[in-house]
């Protein structure tokens, strides 16, 4: 896809967007520090932290996953081909920069079906001259339909890195975000990787609460899932130490000082060996 294309697309149907209502794309922009939202969705998050502040380290945990896992996957496990899967809002480090700073024959598919990103996709489009990085307009829930758009820049005959940051959470029911995952992982050679960061359903009102307004809000509601349900999504795979974990204790850069965030997203990478 090109950058006028992008664009053109995103023109067509920016019309769509309803700024009458918080959106999590925007809202997650927002909690980063970012400037691609709306009033509706500054006041949302603010609505959130001020229940539960924690919400913030959860972002930027979820976005340290994300650099530290693609990083791992291009340079450990010798990953040359991403799918990016509810990618959000362009920001620092998106997978393409993170994976193609180690290898910059890389090349990366994203995949998203919210307007705002469709328009802001020129910004996920740039690539080393050696990779390659492509914009598939899709919704989650068609993962044959995603396979065939990524046949388009990916050789699915060869190993894929397989992400969700964030996102598995929108789809409430377990046995079609299970299907979801499993069904764009059989769709992939062996040799490829599946790597998660998502919302825990920890034992702590504040959160608990503060998802439940959010959810009422009129924003599309996000299901936390406890360890077991998560830990479903990585069946029939190996997971790769130091397991399904909170974020920051996955493969941290640094040794941990002090106390960790007591409510984290849990992180995990597992391969596909057959």
């Known amino acids: 896809m090109t950058d ?92 393409h920069e993170v994976a193609q700073r180690v290898a910059p024959d890389a090349r990366i598919v994203y995949v998203d079906n919210d307007p705002l990103v469709l328009a802001h996709a020129h910004a996920l489009l740039t690539s080393t001259p050696e990779g390659a990085t492509d914009y598939i307009d ?16 990916l050789d699915l005959d060869r190993p894929v890195g397989l992400t969700f940051m964030g996102v598995l959470g929108h789809i409430t029911d377990d046995d079609e975000a299970r299907s979801i995952v499993a069904t764009l992982m059989e769709g992939l050679a062996p040799g490829s990787h599946l790597a998660i960061c998502d919302g825990y359903d920890v034992l702590s009102p504040e959160f608990l609460k503060a998802q439940q307004n959010y959810d009422d809000g009129g924003a599309v509601p996000y299901k936390l899932r406890d360890r077991e349900q998560l830990e479903s999504f990585f069946t029939g795979l190996e997971l790769l130490p130091p397991g399904l974990v909170p974020a920051s204790q996955w493969r941290p850069e640094t040794e941990l000082i002090g106390p960790q965030p007591q409510v984290q997203p849990l992180g995990g990478i597992a391969a596909k060996n057959g």
């Open 4 to 95: 006028d294309y992008a664009w053109q697309k995103a023109e067509n149907e920016l019309t769509e967007i309803d700024t009458s209502v918080p959106h999590s794309a925007r809202i997650w922009n927002y909690w980063l520090g970012g400037k691609d939202n709306f009033p509706v969705d500054r006041v949302a998050g603010d609505l959130y932290v001020q229940t539960f502040p924690g919400i913030l380290d959860i972002a930027r945990l979820t976005r340290g996953f994300l650099k530290r896992s693609v990083r791992f996957l291009a340079e450990e496990a010798g990953i040359r081909q991403f799918l990016d899967v509810g990618t959000g809002l362009p920001t620092v480090d998106n997978t």
């Open 138 to 153: 899709a919704d989650m829930r068609r993962p044959d339909a995603i396979l065939t758009a990524a046949a388009r820049t």
